[in-house]
């Protein structure tokens, strides 16, 4: 089973435009495979269950698109980095609420324009994401700096509609 059918993940075809300001209205399917690296941008979004199993399924949609856009080589760094936005997102951005059975409030967004690939993932909670220095005794908290090093460059804005966008750019090699 694909990330794309899984049951904890909905592929949409499309992205969040409000994300980041850099995605247009329509949506470019993977199918032409071949013809993806010719393209200006392409894009697959997709949605998640606020419950832990949505992590794999994000890092296993994110490897799917990748190697469909012919990036593989970014799939470790992208699903380091998809790992620790997707579990900040469950963490410290869902209302107790939206962790049910069937909601799915976070969503996943790629899109691959030009020489970068974007990896947006959005949430309901408005509150700024928060880089720490480590606590080295603690196993948890150390999340944005995996993003941070890992990633080209970073931030995240506030959603007109309410939520955030937290991002991360990565440049394509080769």
């Not at 300001?21 to 013809?35: E, K, P, R």
């Not at 856009?69 to 998809?82: H, K, R």
Request: charge should be neutral.
């Amino acid at each position: 089973m694909t990330a794309c059918g899984a049951p904890g993940a909905v592929f949409d075809g499309r992205a969040d435009g409000a994300a980041v300001g850099l995605l247009a209205a329509g949506a470019a399917g993977l199918a032409d495979v071949a013809n993806a690296r010719g393209k200006l941008w392409d894009e697959a979004a997709c949605s998640l269950r606020g419950r832990p199993e949505s992590v794999r399924l994000a890092r296993d949609f994110a490897r799917e698109t990748l190697a469909a856009w012919g990036l593989a080589d970014l799939c470790d760094d992208v699903t380091w980095v998809i790992s620790e936005l997707v579990t900040n997102a469950l963490n410290h951005g869902l209302p107790h609420s939206s962790r049910t059975r069937w909601a799915r409030p976070i969503r996943l967004c790629l899109t691959v324009q030009l020489a970068h690939v974007l990896c947006m993932v959005s949430d309901p909670s408005g509150g700024a994401p928060v880089l720490r220095e480590p606590d080295y005794w603690r196993e948890c908290g150390r999340g944005l700096q995996v993003v941070e090093s890992c990633s080209d460059r970073w931030g995240w804005n506030r959603l007109d509609g309410g939520g955030k966008v937290i991002w991360a750019a990565f440049r394509v090699r080769g």
